[in-house]
């Protein structure tokens, strides 16, 4: 079941994988956002000073979306081309 890479994609197929992206970027970008919430709250009820080593990767972990989101513009621009 290997896809070969010389065959270009369709364009349904294209539009399938720009709306899984945007699925998992969505999902990705909630639990990013419910946990800087929990963390947010924690920090101000326990203090800084307990929870601030935890706030760091959760401050950069919207970069982990940072491929997601050019694969998608790019996905994007493929399939605007493609149906004009």
Do not use: H
Request: charged share 15%.
């Amino acid at each position: 079941m290997e896809q070969n890479i010389k065959q270009p994609e369709s364009v349904e197929a294209l539009i399938k994988r720009k709306d899984l992206l945007k699925g998992v970027m969505l999902g990705l970008g909630l639990v990013y956002l419910v946990a800087f919430g929990i963390l947010t709250y924690l920090a101000v009820t326990n203090g800084l000073s307990k929870v601030s080593i935890a706030l760091i990767p959760i401050c950069l972990s919207p970069l982990t979306l940072l491929p997601l989101l050019l694969n998608f513009n790019s996905l994007k621009k493929v399939i605007a081309s493609r149906k004009a």
